[in-house]
């Protein structure tokens, strides 16, 4: 077997695959150098230098894995890779402990004005009397996102003597309880807090996830900290807070661009900043190189690797069946209110004869990747959903009334249940149920917005008028009831995004119970 490392990792992790494998280290080539060079070997371990392109991959015409030592693995074309068989695998826990440490370091600083009082004493400064701080003990951690690094954030508050609560609508109650962590919505979270960390992935879902609206929420002497991914908070809007005085303190190591030229946070007050060092230790870069040599030998082995970051290939046969599966989970994760206790999958008709595990983790796959740090697929999402404490049952039937075979995803949550059911039909995914509600939707359709409402004259209408004047298309519209002037579910395909000030305004029109987004899927295999 044959590896080549084209970017500087850890002496260690060379070491590692040198036990099991011939390794050759080249880093710095081009991308031409590298088509050439990558036809010779097995695997590639990268990086987030070298970009692992469409084009590199054709090449690799041996390529078996590609490793990616980190965690994002933006620069390598996972769908290409996935086309040519290839795996791709990367080392999410190895800077765990780092980017953890890295948030308490920026907490502690945002609480003892430590690089103000640092630049003003270097100006000759001794200005102790304003550079008053205040102790973590007693004070509310809010941690949005209780992954791996949250828990280690968590762990590391209480030792000192934190209170400490998370957003995470994607574990169990009982597994938060494990790491004395109470779960709590992010309404809750955000006005609680005095302190709020991020640490979730940037997804549709979460981009902006605190803006101005949340902002107006935390108290104006909580500060905020996001050593997790750029565009989770909305930079601008962070640094007006912080120059008007209704935010005490931020302090972000990731951003939206990075290098952050120009960005309004460089001369926001109150603000601590540091250029994405999470992870930039020794002793991270070390577990990194080692985690990524151990999971590229475990697929050259054979053997299958916990994180790969695609799906193993699938046959043509399985595969639409694996697609509806991930977008039902998909669908029903952006419709989910409160804290998710219970997820149930029931295969009818021609499903509950064949073997559904690969399904199954299709729907947790498409369940929990839109709120997880950690990439989420067939080969992981079993394990996934247990360490967070969820509980999947599944059932069968070999009954089904309307179709050939429908799945239906059942999530129970503190504040009711959502169901969503999905066939395929022509070799698509059709969301056929919401709840009680019949439809027909196909989700190339584009953006969706779900209005539970009372029928009745003039309502889509009025929603219509909204749109309109945001210049917001309607490609498609769905309408199901369940009785006359009774209650029912109105579903438009929107060409462009709801924004949420439109959303509000829905939700003020009379009879108009619940108005929610969905966003396009996007297949994950």
């Known amino acids: 077997m044959k590896v080549l490392v084209a970017d500087p990792i850890a002496d260690e992790g060379v070491a590692r695959l040198r036990q099991a494998a011939e390794v050759d280290v080249k880093t710095k080539l081009s991308v031409a150098e590298l088509c050439t060079e990558v036809q010779h070997y097995d695997a590639l371990v990268v990086r987030s230098q070298t970009k692992v392109t469409a084009d590199v991959i054709e090449h690799g015409r041996n390529l078996r894995v590609i490793g990616r030592a980190g965690v994002g693995v933006d620069n390598i074309d996972v769908e290409a890779a996935t086309r040519c068989g290839i795996v791709v695998v990367n080392a999410p826990s190895g800077n765990t402990v780092s980017a953890a440490e890295h948030t308490m370091a920026l907490m502690l600083a945002l609480a003892r004005n430590v690089t103000l009082a640092d630049a003003d004493m270097r100006k000759g400064g001794w200005s102790r009397g ?64 005095d302190f709020v960390t991020l640490h979730i992935p940037l997804s549709p879902a979460t981009k902006n996830l605190i803006g101005p609206v949340q902002l107006a929420r935390m108290k104006p002497t909580a500060r905020l900290i996001n050593c997790a991914r750029g565009g989770l908070a909305d930079e601008a809007a962070v640094a007006a807070a912080l120059t008007q005085g209704t935010l005490a303190g931020a302090a972000f190591d990731v951003f939206t661009e990075e290098p952050p030229t120009g960005n309004p946070l460089l001369t926001a007050p109150r603000s601590v900043l540091t250029p994405h060092l999470g992870a930039s230790t020794f002793e991270a870069q070390t577990n990194v190189s080692i985690d990524i040599a151990d999971q590229v030998l475990t697929v050259l082995q054979g053997r299958m690797s916990k994180y790969a970051v695609n799906a193993p290939h699938a046959s043509p046969e399985t595969l639409p069946f694996l697609r509806m599966g991930n977008a039902v989970g998909s669908f029903a994760a952006q419709l989910l209110d409160g804290q ?22 299709a729907v947790v796959s498409g369940l929990l990747s839109r709120f997880t740090e950690e990439r989420v697929n067939l080969v992981n999402a079993e394990l996934v959903a247990q360490q967070r404490g969820l509980r999947v049952v599944e059932e069968t039937d070999s009954r089904c009334d309307h179709y050939s075979h429908l799945l239906t995803l059942t999530l129970e949550t503190d504040a009711g249940r959502t169901s969503v059911s999905g066939t395929v039909r022509d070799g698509q995914t059709r969301i056929v149920q919401v709840n009680d509600f019949w439809m027909d939707l196909n989700l190339a359709e ?11 004259p003039g309502l889509v209408g009025a929603i219509g008028t909204v749109l309109g004047k945001a210049d917001i298309n309607i490609s498609s519209m769905h309408l199901s009831r369940l009785a006359p002037r009774g209650k029912a579910l109105l579903i438009m395909a929107l060409d462009t995004p709801l924004g949420e000030a439109q959303r509000r305004s829905i939700l003020a029109i009379p009879n108009v119970h619940t108005a929610k987004t969905v966003s396009p899927y996007e297949p994950a295999f």
């Open 130 to 193: 304003k550079l008053m701080g205040s102790e973590l003990r007693n004070k509310t951690l809010g941690i949005v996102g209780l992954g791996n690094i949250g828990t280690q954030v968590a762990v590391r508050a209480q030792a000192f003597e934190m209170r400490t609560i998370a957003y995470d609508p994607f574990v169990s109650p009982e597994y938060a309880r494990t790491f004395k962590v109470t779960v709590v919505s992010l309404e809750e979270l955000l006005s609680e807090a």
């Open 340 to 361: 998710l206790q219970k997820v149930a999958v029931r295969y009818c008709g021609e499903l509950a004869n064949a073997d559904c595990a690969p399904v199954k983790a």
């Open 446 to 456: 584009g953006h969706f917005l779900l209005c539970d409402h009372v029928d009745g």
